[in-house]
């Protein structure tokens, strides 16, 4: 079906220029020269307004607020030949989902309809999608790496014992915690979360325990701590090295026995929960520093430790379409060469990085397909010098993976079809790795070589 598009300027030769370059495309393309006049119509019927923003009687920022009160999905691009960052401004403020500025060629102006067409059928898709997608979110990856992970989550999460979580940020340990709660026994009961870094400490100490009516100034009521909350369950304590030492003195005893007393209280309570805390920091240096308590870290009998997402980078694909349909955009694909770059990034943000960069990507750029220059400016420059930069950081284990497909491609003379079965992977995969190894390079270096010998 063809889109409908309405365009709005005081100069009928721009809008017959406009009409003849949008109807290339297919576009059914409609023009009026006064604001008033189309305002009269119905314009639910349109999936697109264009209007000049200088217009007499009534201009097209003017225009934009009274078309958002009676069609607020009408998506709007702007005009004007006195463009002016505030002028800009002015128009993304008031809901313009673009702005282009005269003079343009038709070229111009048709890749920005197409752009914002293409941007409301993703969000349309998007708001249809949400409520059947919602899932709870899970650890991704499929790598050996992330394989062996799990199955130290499955060996420990129906057990009773204390877990220390530790691993970079990002990487993410709130969900690790989830899994070991939802594998457990205990899934039916309370999941209580609680983010020790956020919370001053003279107020983390009642959240967890809670207080007595009168206990202090402003305890106008009584207050179940969070310990008790999670009766049953599990309590899971992010950033726990946040705590203070004395803090983590009552948090000791608690372990020790599952006492709870109330802050004003007397009266002690038996809270039968499972502990599970994170931490980002290197907690034995915390502990060699004086700033974490040794037999606090002793109370924790399992200690798990989460891979790094460049320590499993062959799961970044598989990731980044898990990200996408969470940002609700499971139609946007990524070209291989933009995939390429996100395999050989080493991402220190881990995880929470890379949804990060789509989010910002898909914003800025919002195709249906997102390329390497779609991405943020610091992974164009890594492109511009991936060929003197990606071998030499290679570790052993992507050296001598380098070496199994290079070997695998002489063996079937460079036939990918053959390797890819071979080497039990998929072709978008191999082509991948033979890009992040340069290997196209060695295959050129070859086929040089023999033309000179002949």
Known sequence: MKARILVIDDDAIACEFLQEALRIDGYDVTTYTSAQEALKQDLSSYDLLMSD?????????????????KWPNLPVILMTAYGSLETTMDAISMGAWDYISKPFSPEDCRAIVKKVLEVRELRERRLKLQPETAEEPKLIGSSATMVEFYKQIARVADAPASVL????????????????????????????????????????????????KGSFTGADHQHIGLLESAEGGTIFLDEITEISTALQGKFLRFMQNGEVRRIGGHKVRHVAVRVVAAANKKIDEEVNKGLFRGDLLYRFIVRLRIPSLREHKEDIPLLVESLLKKLGYPNVRVSLEAMELLMTYNWPGNVREMENVLQQTILLSPFAVILPDNLPVH??????NKETTALPNMSPLETAERDKIMQTLKETSWNQSKTAQILDIDRKTLRLKIRRYGLLDEKRSVKTVSAKKR
């Open 379 to 384: 992974f164009q420059e890594r492109q511009e």
């Open 53 to 69: 923003i200088r217009m007499p009687g009534m201009d097209g920022l003017q225009l934009l607020g009274e078309a958002h009160k």
């Open 165 to 212: 979580i530790e691993g970079e940020s990002g990487t993410g340990k709130e969900l690790t915690a989830r899994s070991l709660h939802n594998m457990s026994s205990r899934r039916a009961k309370p999941f209580v979360v609680v983010h020790c870094g956020a919370i001053p400490d003279n107020l983390l100490e009642s959240e967890l325990f809670g207080y007595e």
